[in-house]
């Protein structure tokens, strides 16, 4: 429980827990938080050992996908995600490292994708899935070449480089997007505009109510990397046009 819902350990010493298993049963002894958190550590260290295991089977074979970004503090992330075929002949996807990356380069990223995958005791990677970017490029390439000295790649790393095609229809419909900039921006500087103070989003909800827009949703603002929060956020747009009309006879 403590893990799938993602609570505090401390969430035993809670008042609510504590009622609840006094109902429940009694004479169950309640754990001390670090007790929690030692179960959990070794549940980790077991299903960790349990997926080096697979991993290590002779005709185990994984493919790869890495997604790099920049959070709002300005800190690069790199997620690495493996799937592979189960015995059962299951899809299966883990998460095998989450980590942050002091430097967005290449074979920075590279670098630690290899040392991972030795970590993990993989060697039989067949597609390394990455966004079409210049940096990723160098980091596949520097995979390549390591991968061949260890001479257990399948298919010789010929279709090792896997461009993300979602990451290209984004790069294409923003592209698109820029013979609308004019309109688009538009549209986003006045939802910027209202969500910009609390109480300019409380006039705007009384406006919504007044010309009578049945939605309980709100405006929405795009992420210029997304495409499909720009579609979002001008649908939302839409939908408040009036409200948008009305807030700007009063304001002016």
Same mark, same amino acid.
């Given at each position: 429980?403590?893990?799938?819902?993602?609570?505090?350990?401390?969430?035993?010493? =809670?008042?609510?827990?504590?009622?609840?298993?006094?109902?429940?049963?009694?004479? *169950?002894?309640?754990?001390?938080?670090?007790?929690?958190?030692?179960?959990?550590?070794?549940?980790?260290?077991?299903?960790?050992?349990?997926?080096?295991?697979?991993?290590?089977?002779?005709?185990?074979?994984?493919?790869?996908?890495? %997604?790099?970004?920049?959070?709002?503090?300005? @800190?690069?992330?790199?997620?690495?995600?493996?799937?592979?075929?189960?015995? %059962?002949?299951?899809?299966?996807?883990?998460?095998?490292?989450?980590?942050?990356?002091?430097?967005?380069? $290449?074979?920075?990223? =590279?670098?630690?994708?290899?040392?991972?995958?030795?970590?993990?005791?993989?060697?039989?990677?067949? #597609?390394?899935?990455? %966004?079409?970017?210049?940096?990723?490029?160098?980091?596949?390439?520097?995979?390549? #070449?390591?991968?061949?000295?260890?001479?257990?790649?399948? @298919?010789? =790393?010929?279709? @090792?480089?896997?461009?993300?095609?979602?990451?290209?229809?984004?790069?294409?419909?923003?592209? =698109?997007?820029?013979?609308?900039?004019?309109?688009?921006?538009?549209?986003?500087?006045?939802?910027?505009?209202?969500?910009?103070?609390?109480?300019?989003?409380?006039?705007?909800?009384?406006?919504?109510?007044?010309?009578?827009?049945?939605?309980?949703?709100?405006?929405?603002?795009?992420?210029?990397?997304?495409?499909?929060?720009?579609? #979002?956020?001008?649908?939302? $747009?839409?939908? *408040?046009?009036?409200? *948008?009309?009305?807030? $700007?006879?009063?304001?002016?």
């Amino acid at each position: 429980m403590i893990i799938i819902d993602e609570l505090p350990f401390k969430f035993v010493l =809670g008042e609510g827990f504590r009622f609840y298993i006094s109902i429940v049963q009694p004479k *169950f002894p309640l754990p001390k938080k670090i007790t929690v958190a030692k179960d959990c550590w070794n549940l980790y260290i077991s299903e960790n050992n349990r997926l080096k295991t697979v991993f290590k089977q002779p005709n185990q074979s994984v493919c790869l996908t890495i %997604d790099c970004w920049t959070s709002v503090q300005n @800190l690069n992330y790199m997620c690495l995600t493996a799937h592979y075929i189960d015995h %059962d002949w299951k899809l299966q996807k883990r998460i095998i490292n989450f980590c942050l990356i002091k430097i967005h380069k $290449g074979e920075t990223i =590279g670098r630690k994708i290899e040392r991972y995958l030795l970590g993990w005791e993989i060697s039989r990677v067949i #597609t390394i899935t990455v %966004d079409n970017t210049s940096s990723n490029d160098t980091a596949i390439s520097y995979l390549r #070449t390591r991968m061949e000295e260890w001479n257990l790649h399948p @298919l010789k =790393g010929e279709h @090792l480089h896997v461009r993300c095609c979602a990451h290209i229809l984004n790069l294409v419909v923003n592209d =698109g997007l820029k013979e609308m900039h004019e309109s688009i921006s538009k549209i986003r500087n006045a939802i910027r505009y209202v969500r910009a103070s609390p109480s300019r989003m409380n006039r705007f909800k009384n406006f919504i109510k007044e010309v009578r827009i049945q939605d309980k949703c709100t405006v929405q603002l795009d992420v210029s990397t997304r495409w499909n929060s720009t579609y #979002t956020m001008l649908e939302s $747009g839409l939908k *408040f046009q009036k409200a *948008f009309k009305r807030l $700007g006879e009063r304001d002016t």
